[in-house]
């Protein structure tokens, strides 16, 4: 176990609507990132937060957007959702100066 | 071309053979190699990690990075059914830290039967 959570489980959603997936990691984890994998694919790099601030971001657009929390939770915001962000959707947290320990993901469907 | 390439097979091997997954990159920039594996419809598990060339084992299974050819593999030894599951392999570009962004390969899934 990582100790790195992640809700909901999957959800289901229509084009158009927003969703907010929803990540907790370990005490002390300061940094967290979140990955789109679509199916037969690898993750894609979304974006990544330290300590509160963004810190570097994948070619993903702006309608997808971020928070972390001082409580080490963080959030993913995707607006305007469209057919192709169907993906599993994994947050990844680090405590200092050690790897990325991945969460069991969202399975985001967009009808 | 991407950054990081990697064979999707999918990979059948039986029981107790030794496997051997790779991957291929682009950038002689990149610093911090991982291996990942991932059972199905669950989130991607760290199996190993390294920053230099050479060997690195740990139990039956071995990392490699050749940084002159850009060249990365695993090797299973004695692999057994539970092995089986979608590798990836993943690199993180020079500057970040091993805590940077990580750039996957597709990932290639392997089928150990009894």
């Known amino acids: 176990e990582t100790g790195v959570t992640q809700s909901p489980t999957h959800l289901i959603k229509t084009r158009g609507q927003q969703v907010t997936l929803r990540c907790s990691s370990q005490?002390?984890?300061?940094?967290v990132s979140w990955y789109q994998q679509a199916l037969g694919q690898g993750p894609q790099f979304i974006f990544q937060?330290?300590?509160?601030?963004?810190?570097g971001r994948g070619n993903f657009p702006p309608r997808f957007s971020g928070l972390q929390f001082p409580n080490y939770s963080s959030e993913l915001n995707v607006n305007a959702l469209e057919l192709d962000d169907s993906a599993l959707y994994l947050c990844?947290?680090?405590?200092?100066?050690?790897?990325?320990?991945f969460g069991p993901g969202t399975r985001l469907t967009v009808l | 071309q991407k950054e990081v390439e990697q064979d999707p097979g999918p990979l059948s091997v039986p029981e107790g053979a030794i496997v051997s997954l790779n991957c291929t990159y682009s950038?002689?920039?990149?610093?911090?190699f991982m291996w990942y594996r991932q059972y199905s419809r669950k989130g991607p598990e760290l199996l190993m990690y390294?920053?230099?060339?050479g060997n690195k084992e740990d139990g039956r299974f071995t990392a490699q990075v050749d940084k002159s050819s850009k060249y990365i593999s695993l090797f299973i030894r004695d692999s057994q059914p539970s092995d089986s599951a979608t590798y990836l392999c993943?690199?993180?570009?020079?500057?970040?830290?091993?805590?940077?962004?990580?750039?996957f390969g597709q990932g290639t899934t392997l089928q150990v039967k009894p």
């Open positions: 937060y330290y300590r509160e601030e963004e810190n």
């Open positions: 005490s002390g984890h300061n940094t």
């Open positions: 990844a947290s680090s405590p200092p100066g050690d790897t990325q320990y």
């Open positions: 950038n002689s920039a990149f610093q911090y």
């Open positions: 993943a690199i993180v570009p020079h500057g970040s830290g091993n805590t940077g962004k990580l750039i």
């Open positions: 390294t920053y230099s060339s």
